[in-house]
């Protein structure tokens, strides 16, 4: 069974693969194009974010029995038409949820002190304090929409701070001892910042 791997990622990818007789073939540069025209040799596909993986590119690959992304979603592939195809899907949604956690409390922090606008500033020479007094996070309620891996992770990462944490899901019975769930309508009632953590599309 050959794969190709279109995204540079970890070896041990590619020699657990190897390890269970699987022919891997690497190209991490050829164009979209050049590499939809030889797709059709390989049984499985493994992509990070290089390109999309449409209808065209699908029906090229008239061998491929699954794609694999190393990623939390697949949006990046025309999903419903690879399952009407017959191709399954693989991803890897836990996989940078701790990373995405942190940055989404990065970017938190970043917006209620300002830290952008008065970094420019300071840059230029510029002291204006008053304008950049910022807000502490305590006693507010975040919500979030979408509580999966990448939602619980915040969720998680927000337990030092003494703040409520809602989550609105379309699954129910997913809130934790990291947040509460509730309804989308109380959730947008209560919620001082409101984070998205929900696939594109």
């Excluded at 008053?130 to 990448?150: A, S």
Aim: net charge neutral; glycine share 8%; aromatic share 6%.
């Amino acid at each position: 069974m050959k794969i190709l791997h279109l995204d540079t990622n970890h070896p041990l990818l590619i020699n657990r693969l190897k390890d269970l007789g699987f022919e891997n073939h690497e190209n991490y540069s050829d164009s979209k194009a050049v590499i939809q025209k030889n797709i059709h040799d390989f049984d499985g596909l493994i992509i990070r974010s290089r390109f999309n993986i449409d209808a065209e590119f699908i029906n090229a690959a008239k061998k491929l029995k699954f794609i694999g992304r190393v990623g939390a979603g697949l949006e990046n592939i025309d999903s419903a038409f690879a399952q009407q195809k017959g191709i399954t899907l693989i991803a890897a949604p836990e996989g940078n949820r701790n990373a995405v956690g942190e940055h989404s409390l990065a970017l938190l922090l970043s917006l209620f002190n300002k830290l952008n606008k008065a970094d420019q500033e300071v840059r230029q020479g510029k002291w204006l304090r008053e304008d950049n007094r910022g807000q502490e996070l305590d006693g507010k309620t975040v919500g979030l929409i979408g509580y999966g891996n990448m939602g619980k992770a915040f969720a998680k990462k927000l337990n030092g701070f003494e703040v409520q944490v809602l989550c609105y899901d379309i699954k129910p019975d997913v809130g934790d001892d990291n947040a509460r769930q509730v309804t989308l309508e109380e959730l947008q009632q209560k919620a001082d910042v409101l984070s998205l953590h929900t696939p594109k599309r």
